[in-house]
């Protein structure tokens, strides 16, 4: 081992790399990370840590319009972008400051550099030095993907969107996933204009559709609007600098931001992996089998690089993995089968499990449960948007198989939820279960 610099040289500073390079460190190994933008990676960067920050700094427009119904008297209301803006980011430092104590704690070594791998066990820093290590860790992440169209570049991704130098009164964004939902809620609660136009007319891909036909009308009520089936052809800026925006056949329409969320693909340019003989995928992504390893025996790769599930607690899961694997002996590997999952959109959705066509098709016989409610304090405030809970069943074993809702809190109670899922619990364990009343959350013990 003494005859390499490092027992694990770690490409990014992510979520993914942080905890592998953290725990491989524990169990004894020499470790160092090089990074060449922030420590913390996307996800306290520039993505779920900021991005719920956002959330909670617009949700008060919704308490704030409510609070008259419970005798609160709100005048004078104002919002200023530029100190949730600020806030947000000197938070975003306090938190990269926290992973560098981490990494300095636990004395893990970080350049602050970009690094390519430059063969089996050997990195190259930016700055020109070579470092060898007995194992590399690629945790490089990954990066928004641009359609190609005429204008793109008057266009921001979700790498931009958290520093807008001040609040956009029309938003459009392009696609309907994740990214899209949750900023077209953010810009809509802030009092923007907001039309969302995607290349299909389904949004938010793989969860249950009754949950996504919810979140259609109710965001639609709030008065986002919606453009299906025809993708941004093209982006033009005017000479006050807005924008004019076409799609499909359409008269043009303009916008003073275009937040394009059209999926991220695995940041594998320029890595050096064909030194080492690994060749990539079709996404760009880093092929690796069930714990981590690449075709060549020194080489790991973990989170959003590996195209797998791009959601940071699997990426910490799989770094977590890989250093027990390496340093702990304890080899393991990383379950996929139970990753409960949200989007924060207002009101959020969550969900767990099989959605009900899934259940259908890998299980034949099944129950389904639902819940369709209106919380009490959306009837307290006259707010007719109404939550909807699911419960998939298998009618055989009476296994539950899925949950899935929308509401308000839905994420804060699915997390709970779960549990119930991945221990394998049945209809009759939550039947059995007693009510905690007035809840949300009740409902699921409910439904018969
Ligand atoms: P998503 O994969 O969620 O959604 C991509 C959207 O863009 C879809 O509506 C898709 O349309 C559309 N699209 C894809 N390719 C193109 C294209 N070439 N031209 C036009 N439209 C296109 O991606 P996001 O960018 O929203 O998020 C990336 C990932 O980050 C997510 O998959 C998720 O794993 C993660 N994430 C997780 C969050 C969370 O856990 N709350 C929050 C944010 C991100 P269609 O479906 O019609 O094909």
Redesign the pocket.
């Known amino acids: 081992m003494t005859d390499n610099d490092y027992d694990q040289f770690v490409i990014g500073g992510g979520s993914g790399g942080v905890r592998a390079s953290r725990i491989a460190a524990s169990h004894g190994a020499r470790v160092a990370v090089a990074e060449e933008f922030r420590i913390g990676g996307t996800c306290v960067i520039r993505?779920?840590v900021p991005?719920k920050l956002l959330v909670y700094g617009s949700h008060f427009a919704e308490e704030l319009h409510d609070a008259s119904h419970y005798g609160w008297s709100v005048t004078g209301m104002t919002f200023d972008w530029n100190v949730l803006r600020d806030t947000v980011l000197r938070d975003v430092d306090r938190l990269e400051a926290a992973y560098t104590v981490t990494l300095d704690n636990n004395k893990v070594d970080h350049f602050k550099e970009r690094a390519e791998v430059a063969g089996p066990n050997t990195v190259t820093l930016a700055s020109g030095r070579d470092i060898t290590a007995k194992y590399i860790l690629i945790a490089t992440g990954g990066w928004?993907?641009m359609?190609h169209f005429e204008g793109n570049e008057h266009c921001i991704t979700?790498n931009e969107v958290f520093h807008l130098p001040s609040l956009p009164k029309r938003v459009v964004v392009?696609?309907?996933?994740?990214?899209?939902m949750?900023f077209a809620g953010i810009f809509n609660a802030l009092g923007c204009h907001v039309i969302v136009v995607?290349?299909?007319e389904?949004?938010l891909?793989g969860y249950d559709e009754a949950l996504r036909d919810r979140l259609l009308q109710i965001t639609m009520a709030r008065g986002i609007e919606y453009k299906f089936n025809c993708?941004i052809k093209r982006v033009e800026k005017l000479a006050d600098d807005s924008l004019m925006v076409t799609v499909g056949d359409q008269d043009p329409f303009p916008a003073d931001v275009v937040l394009v969320?059209?999926?991220?693909r695995p940041k594998t340019d320029g890595l050096g992996l064909e030194s080492a003989g690994i060749a990539l995928g079709k996404n760009g992504e880093v092929p690796v089998d069930d714990f981590s390893k690449t075709s060549c025996d020194s080489i790991y790769a973990v989170g959003d690089v590996t195209d797998r599930?791009?959601?940071t607690p699997i990426a910490i899961r799989e770094g977590h993995a890989v250093a027990d694997t390496l340093f702990g002996g304890n080899p393991r590997s990383t379950a996929y089968d139970c990753i409960p999952?949200?989007?924060?959109s207002q009101p959020p959705l969550a969900s767990v499990g099989l959605t009900e066509g899934q259940a259908r098709n890998a299980h034949g016989n099944i129950k389904v449960f639902t819940s369709d409610f209106r919380p009490m304090k959306n009837v307290f405030a006259s707010r007719q948007e109404r939550g909807l809970y699911k419960l998939v069943v298998d009618a055989g074993t009476d296994r539950i198989l899925g949950i899935h809702m929308i509401g308000p809190d839905a994420p804060e109670i699915l997390q709970a939820a779960a549990i119930a899922v991945q221990a394998k619990l049945t209809k009759a364990d939550f039947d059995a279960t007693v009510a905690l009343h007035p809840s949300m959350a009740e409902e699921l013990v409910l439904m018969r």
């Open positions: 993505g779920c991005k928004p993907v359609p979700s392009q696609g309907a996933g994740y990214i899209a949750e995607n290349r299909s389904t949004l891909r993708p969320a059209t999926g991220r599930v791009q959601l999952s949200a989007v924060f």
